[in-house]
């Protein structure tokens, strides 16, 4: 049984593998055109596309996925495509070590934006757009690209999908898996192209800045190529644009679906809703803390944290307390089911919400019926029960990253801030790991802790904790 699953998962993942290594014909092309050093994606393209051929004939088997086999599979893979894009990092004329530059790799796939590079600046062309490529693709999700093209994942695909979409999706677009992921890369391009056109036509940032801004916005990842981020351009139109375009990466992609189909009713949603009020107030308190002249940096912030992408242009870790710990809570919430960014997720604080009303209203009534209802439709008490669970390891995780931070040395607002950003994939902290700081400092056992997190933050707890547990290999 073990030796059969382990199998499957290397031949699925020598498949994915040979797909991705053709991602390095953009970077290589680009230092093409501006006379880098393009033998580097050569090679990790060779070496990539190698590995994935090796691993994909030398374990071929024609077993169909089940359930079980869905863990390893995304779980190994968000490991080994990262391992592997670390290679244009590792090369010079970068040059990083292994441990940094797998960092900076995991962070981009999984959009968490936190970097440990100290002068973005200085990297190539093709760097700086292989970093925004790899958040990119790890924004709607490397697995669903592949379940989009390859015919060999029609069956079973939906194990797969599952478990890189674990968070709360309420439905799927279409009844067949495959034109779900096709149509939702489709949105997800579409919404890439709008930015970069408006970013470089209305808001004239220059042409290749628009790109890696757009990659690094709909992925909600943060990544830029400056290290002032957002706030280097002192472009408010281009600010304006880009909030409009974290704002929707942070809602669920269903919604965008409906929309273009014209069904306006899909607004009146309540976690939509419950997103927009939780935005509101947030940018409220901002303004009520910093004063109502610094309602853009203000608006900006509020966005970029609870969408979990990270960009900033101003410098939030010396504003008040009381705004701090607002953009604290905005990185735990996070935002809404079925988008591209991290955290809890608004439909999961919604449901708990719910729930807790409903234990309040049995207080007093022990015999009544009460159920749990999301958008007038009862939720069933398996999905409440799920949603319990994963509040309970997401803070469990946090909590116990956070002491072992303390340990090695990190300050309290330092080390909590550092697993909120990580856990839930927003990038710049509070304290030491502030948004004009980075993450290059940290001792190399901090690292590994935030490269965990950040895996786990990304696949959302389960997929991953489940490969640890003894009785998992042995069903």
């Known amino acids: 049984m073990v030796h059969q699953r382990v199998r499957l998962t290397l031949h ?10 053709l991602a390095y014909i953009i970077p290589l092309c680009v230092a093409i055109y501006y006379g880098e050093k393009w033998h580097i994606y050569l090679y990790a393209l060779v070496l990539t596309l190698g590995i994935g051929l090796i691993l994909e004939f030398r374990f071929k088997t024609e077993q169909v996925i089940e359930r079980v086999d869905g863990f390893t599979i995304v779980a190994f893979t968000w490991l080994l495509i990262p391992l592997l894009g670390t290679l244009p990092y590792v090369f010079p004329p970068v040059g ?24 973005v600046e200085e990297l190539p062309k093709s760097a700086l757009l292989w970093r925004s490529l790899t958040q990119w693709l790890g924004g709607m999700g490397v697995i669903a690209l592949f379940i989009a093209i390859l015919p060999r994942l029609a069956v079973g695909g939906s194990q797969l999908f599952d478990r890189e979409f674990p968070g709360p999706l309420p439905e799927r677009l279409r009844p067949r898996l495959r034109t779900t992921a096709r149509l939702l890369w489709t949105i997800y391009a579409g919404f890439t192209a709008a930015e970069i056109a408006l970013l470089y036509f ?39 644009i880009i909030m409009i375009f974290m704002f929707l990466a942070g809602a669920s992609f269903i919604i965008h679906h409906q929309l273009l189909r014209r069904n306006w009713r899909v607004i009146k949603g309540e976690e939509f809703r419950l997103y927009l009020i939780i935005l509101a107030v947030a940018v409220f308190l901002l303004l009520l803390s910093q004063g109502i002249y610094s309602y853009r940096e203000g608006m900006f912030q509020a966005i970029s944290i609870m969408t979990t992408t990270g960009f900033v242009t101003a410098d939030f870790s010396t504003w008040h307390s009381s705004a701090r710990i607002v953009l604290l809570a905005l990185m735990f ?36 019926v009460i159920r749990v209802k ?27 990253a956070s002491i072992a931070l303390c340990f090695l040395g990190l300050n309290l ?46 696949l959302e707890l389960f997929t991953v904790l489940m490969i640890f547990a003894p009785r998992f290999w042995k069903g």
């Not at 699925?12 to 290594?21: R, T, V």
Request: glycine share 12%; net charge positive.
């Open 374 to 400: 999301l958008n007038k439709k009862p939720l069933s008490e398996e999905i409440v029960r799920d949603i319990i669970s994963f509040l309970f390891l997401y803070l469990l995780v946090a909590v116990v």
């Open 96 to 119: 990083l070590g292994f441990l940094d530059a797998f960092f900076e790799t995991m962070s981009g796939f999984t959009t968490t934006g936190a970097t440990i590079l100290n002068v």
């Open 202 to 240: 209305l808001a004239r940032l220059p042409l290749f800045d628009s790109v890696c801004i757009s990659f690094s916005t709909l992925s909600t990842g943060g990544f830029t190529p400056t290290a002032a981020s957002i706030g280097a351009y002192g472009n408010p139109l281009a600010e304006y």
């Open 413 to 458: 607002e330092t080390a909590i801030s550092a697993v909120a950003a990580t856990l839930g994939n927003v990038g710049p902290g509070l304290g030491g790991v502030g948004p004009t700081l980075n993450y290059a400092w940290l001792p190399d056992a901090a690292k590994v802790i935030l490269i965990i997190c950040m895996w786990l933050g990304r």
């Open 333 to 368: 919430i996070g935002a809404c089911g079925g988008s591209t960014g991290g955290g809890i997720k608004v439909m999961r604080a919604l449901t708990l919400m719910k729930h807790t009303g409903v234990m309040m209203r049995k207080a007093i009534s022990p015999k009544a």
């Open 12 to 21: 699925i993942i020598g498949s994915f593998l040979k797909y991705f290594a």
